[in-house]
């Protein structure tokens, strides 16, 4: 399957490196799917009641010609070509642009909708937006169970998006977090969302700066658990495993390699 990287939204916290918003999209043989979204034409268009207070803290670029619905569009694509969307969490940077594709099916972990829409804690309350993804008709959940995959303990190949597409639960920085591999023909890439905001966490060679670090810790639901499945992506990443490429969601220096 053909994959093709997208920057959905540029992010410049203050204090922090530049954050970039890193999508996945994938031809197959059903369509289009993407992983994660980034942000959407409706933030852009309206990101105060979109984003909400935390646009201030993220200073994303709002730039139109970041979102995925461009680019899918500059490759040669309809928007309706996208048929499935599978999203490592729905915090606000991951899925604005799901409003761009009403007509794609979005896949998700039933623990994310548990925290997000079933049974939100007033901190989730706070965490998610809404409006982000009330317009849109078909969310298909995923319980935890599967196969074991490369060290971790479940993993669900979604053969409804198409074969090859692979959802694996890591919990920490929400209640449903997971991260989301895909086979490529000859390799497999690992998306892992927000499961590590920097490189430095899984190479244990480049020094992670403290206001990632921080930012890790506060936006964590359960922050040992987080911790506990960076140690995993770590010894998957020591292994080195040739047919492997792990990037996150957030490290704008991973993106142009
Ligand atoms: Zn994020």
Request: hydrophobic fraction near 40%.
């Amino acid at each position: 399957m053909k994959v093709h990287h997208l920057n959905c939204g540029t992010m410049q916290p203050p204090g922090t490196p530049e954050l970039v918003c890193h999508v996945l999209l994938v031809e197959t043989d059903n369509g289009l799917v993407l992983v994660d979204t980034g942000y959407g034409l409706a933030d852009i268009a309206d990101p105060r009641r979109r984003i909400g207070p935390m646009r201030h803290l993220l200073k994303p670029a709002f730039d139109p010609d970041e979102t995925a619905a461009r680019q899918v569009q500059r490759l040669g694509f309809g928007r309706d070509d996208v048929r499935h969307i599978v999203i490592t969490h729905f915090d606000l940077d991951h899925i604005g642009g799901l409003a761009d594709f009403p007509a794609a099916q979005v896949h998700v972990t039933s623990a994310e909708i548990d925290g997000a829409i079933r049974t939100p804690s007033w901190r989730e309350r706070l965490r998610y937006r809404a409006v982000q993804w009330e317009h849109h008709p078909v969310v298909v959940e995923h319980s935890a169970d599967g196969e074991s995959w490369r060290g971790f303990a479940t993993a669900k190949e979604l053969d409804a998006v198409s074969p090859g597409v692979v959802l694996i639960p890591l919990p920490g920085h929400t209640r449903g977090h997971a991260c989301v591999a895909v086979d490529t023909g000859d390799g497999w890439i690992l998306h892992c969302g927000d499961a590590f905001y920097h490189r430095g966490e899984i190479d244990g060679r480049t020094s992670v700066p403290r206001s990632l670090k921080l930012q890790e810790r506060v936006t964590a639901v359960n922050f040992a658990q987080l911790r506990d499945n960076q140690r995993r992506i770590a010894e998957l990443y020591a292994r080195g495993e040739p047919d492997l490429l792990i990037i996150c969601a957030h490290d704008a220096a991973q993106f142009p390699r």
